[in-house]
């Protein structure tokens, strides 16, 4: 099974805009975060919302978590052209101490100026 | 703010041969993680590091994998025999061990490692 789908694969929209992206997993979690990814880059903490929350905010950003439909959503608001990049959900669902993270497939988000 | 540095940006190797991938967790982390992805594919877990041992790994990470912490600051994953299939991207991420269970990981920047 794959856990931490995002929907859509690519999304492209005007500056000042918002952007709507989702992510669906299939096992329990711990929490679910966020992460953006420029091209070629690494990977950059967004935001991060634990199981028993759901929704947060971090300035522009919006998280919300649904845990009886399995899904997150990650939206962006009056989005600008620097937001252009990958963003990835991923799940800390190990029951360890490890707390690896699944990633989603991810989204690529491009804004238009 | 303290970041995780990942040395060389780029590696080349040719298949066969052994390469040695290095990072410098945040100083104050004690979890430390490999993850690799390859071109156009999600991010994968490799192994997870914590105590001076393998805390889990992946079925990814055979017997040509292993991870070492040799001295304080540096942890390193090296790929005894590459193969052409181990050309990714390979991304090196630590987390601290707070009273917290929910917090997140840091990554570096990543090494690409391109097998010939």
């Excluded at chain 1, 000042?16 to 070629?40: F, H, P, V």
Aim: proline share 3%; glycine share 6%; aromatic share 8%.
């Amino acid at each position: 099974s794959q856990q931490g789908e995002e929907d859509p694969q690519a999304l492209s929209i005007q500056e000042g805009e918002n952007a709507t992206m989702n992510c669906s997993y299939k096992t329990s979690i711990n929490n679910l975060q966020w992460y953006r990814q420029n091209s070629g880059r690494g990977l950059v903490h967004l935001i991060l919302i634990r199981s028993n929350e759901r929704e947060k905010h971090s300035g522009r950003l919006r998280v919300t978590l649904d845990t009886s439909k399995k899904s997150s959503s990650l939206l962006i608001t009056a989005s600008r052209a620097a937001d252009t990049a990958s963003y990835f959900c991923a799940t800390d669902g190990a029951s360890g101490s490890a707390r690896q993270l699944t990633f989603g497939s991810g989204t690529q988000l491009t804004v238009l100026p | 703010e303290p970041e995780v540095t990942q040395t060389p940006s780029h590696q080349v190797t040719q298949m066969g041969q052994e390469v040695i991938l290095r990072c410098v967790p945040i100083s104050n982390h004690l979890y430390f993680y490999w993850y690799r992805q390859i071109l156009g594919q999600k991010v994968e877990f490799l192994v997870s590091f914590y105590n001076n041992e393998i805390s889990e790994k992946s079925e990814i990470f055979d017997d040509q994998f292993s991870v070492e912490r040799p001295d304080g600051s540096n942890f390193t994953l090296k790929i005894r025999s590459t193969k052409l299939e181990d050309s990714a991207m390979y991304f090196c991420a630590s987390r601290p061990r707070t009273g917290s269970r929910d917090q997140p990981q840091h990554f570096g920047d990543g090494t690409r490692l391109s097998i010939l």
